[in-house]
């Protein structure tokens, strides 16, 4: 039996004093409602929409597309609480699962569509970070996050993970994925006893092997930021020397702030650094 929440000893007085069932169900209607509509909107749900086959006059199968001005079909738990039926705590934490991991599939597969196809654009933006900045309230590192872990949400959902699911314990164990595969990653999760934290999923997969320990991973991961971070330079400048220098002017006009306070100070930075090194251009 899962230990109760001793979370609840540190609430304030009038919260813990618990209002009738009624007014619970109520406020969990209306959070629970609202996490919902947010995946719901990202989510293909189209499949849903579809009308059951039926048979036409000369007797074959006629699929009907679906109204786009039908309402989408609604979910058994929230219509529970808008009856003004009192779930059962099994309700609750099912339903508060499935919406989490919806959420990560949903909100990540359509950012990675934004980002992959450049539809940022259709706005009038140049790149995915001032879309972000300006539409979303997440911060770049957070989304790059969300869309690499779709793999391992849509791995451990396939294994029946029956539990929340939230993008830190998803990282966590994504190394593990890609470098072993899925069944190592089935195995971490399995072994992780009591609560699978980030932390715990981490000491197990490290216990089996699956990830270096804490001084050869740090030593692995400085290399890996370098080899990367040059990789990004040599890119960019690739980039300039085939004429796309443009698309810095035309990010440093977006953002004037970060042009003049951040890109062009790293620019000249930059020359100052190779200059006392190789001596300026001949």
Partial sequence: ????????????????????????????????EKAQQEAAAMTNRADDAWSTPAPDATGAEVVHAPDPAAPMPADAFVEKLARGDV?????CEKHITAITTQWLLAVGRALAAIRDHELFRDKGYTSFTAYLKNEHPWHPSYVSRVI???????????HGVD????????????????????????????STEGKKSAAALVRVARAKGY?????EAETESGAATFSKNLARFREFADLVGDGQGKRL????????????GVLFPALRQAVGILESEFGPES
């Fill in 211 to 215: 990830l270096p320990p804490p001084e």
């Fill in 87 to 91: 779930p059962t705590l099994e309700d």
């Fill in 148 to 158: 690499a872990d779709i793999p391992v949400v849509e791995a451990l959902a396939e």
């Fill in 1 to 32: 039996m899962t230990p109760p929440d001793t979370r609840e000893q540190h609430r304030p007085p009038q919260r813990r004093r618990a209002a009738n069932r009624g007014n619970a169900a109520e406020d969990a209607f209306d959070r629970l």
């Fill in 163 to 190: 539990r929340d699911l939230n993008e830190g314990q998803a990282s966590a164990v994504r190394p593990v994925l890609e470098e072993h595969g899925r069944e190592a990653l089935y195995d971490v999760w399995d």
């Fill in 249 to 260: 002017i035309e990010a440093a006009k977006e953002d004037p702030d970060w042009g003049k």
